[in-house]
């Protein structure tokens, strides 16, 4: 059974730095793009950007790119999205997603991880 | 940057039949855009319906089924029930990886 897991809830201060975990199990972990998928409290989702693992080809929305920085560390199944410098408009919860077969679409979904920034 | 849209709001009487759209704020949606589908209940993480214009996913009845209508891609549920009541996410590929989610439409059943 494909499964994503994320890592628990965070709650950090503005300018403190954040990586946040993605592990795969129950398929080949470095042959499927990893993306991630933002959603601020009460809004839509948002497309940030994605991994393959096998080789750590990354793609990021424009509106992300320099903002976060996705990872993967395919010797244990697991992607990460990185802050180096959080602010309170980061505060929302992050979905790291498989995509499919072809890569356009997302088939599965982890169960998210709810990251608050505050002072 | 390229917007997709949705509509913001819909409602459907219970055994009735809705479709949401998804279109493009300049040019027309076509399958090559592979357009997908998603559902998510508050409090959840969203669920995947319909990719690749109109394969559904796993486990998906096939009250929900996707297609091109116009300029637009399209979601139709047929016989909607009480617990299709959620909001609705298309996603548009845009090539070279990138992805951009639509604005999402909130669905109501009553």
């Known amino acids: 059974e494909v499964q994503l897991g994320q890592s628990g809830a965070e709650m950090k201060k503005p300018g403190e730095s954040l990586k946040i975990s993605c592990e795969g199990s129950?398929?080949?972990?470095?042959?499927?793009?990893i993306g991630w998928v933002r959603q601020m409290p009460g809004k839509g989702l948002e497309w940030m950007g994605i991994?393959?693992?096998?080789?750590?080809?990354?793609r990021y929305s424009p509106s992300f790119e320099g903002q976060v920085t996705i990872s993967a560390d395919k010797s244990i199944d697991t992607a990460y999205l990185q802050w180096s410098s959080l602010k309170a408009s980061d505060t929302a919860i992050y979905y790291c997603?498989?995509?499919?077969?072809?890569?356009?679409?997302?088939?599965?979904w982890g169960q998210g991880t709810l990251v608050t920034v505050s002072s | 940057q390229t917007v997709v849209t949705q509509e913001p709001s819909f409602s459907v009487s219970p055994g009735g039949t809705v479709t949401l759209t998804c279109g493009l704020s300049s040019g027309s949606v076509s399958t090559s855009y592979y357009p997908s589908w998603y559902q998510q209940t508050p409090g959840q993480a969203p669920r995947t319906l319909i990719y690749?214009?109109?394969t559904r996913s796993s486990g998906v009845p096939d009250r929900f089924s996707g297609s091109i209508l116009g300029n637009k891609a399209a979601l139709t549920i047929t016989g909607a029930q009480a617990d299709d009541e959620s909001d609705y996410y298309c996603v548009l590929y845009m090539g070279r990886g990138i992805s951009v989610f639509g604005g999402g439409t909130k669905l109501t059943v009553l």
């Open positions: 997603v498989r995509h499919g077969r072809p890569s356009t679409y997302f088939d599965f």
């Open positions: 690749s214009t109109n």
């Open positions: 991994i393959y693992p096998a080789d750590s080809d990354t």
């Open positions: 129950g398929y080949t972990f470095s042959s499927y793009w």
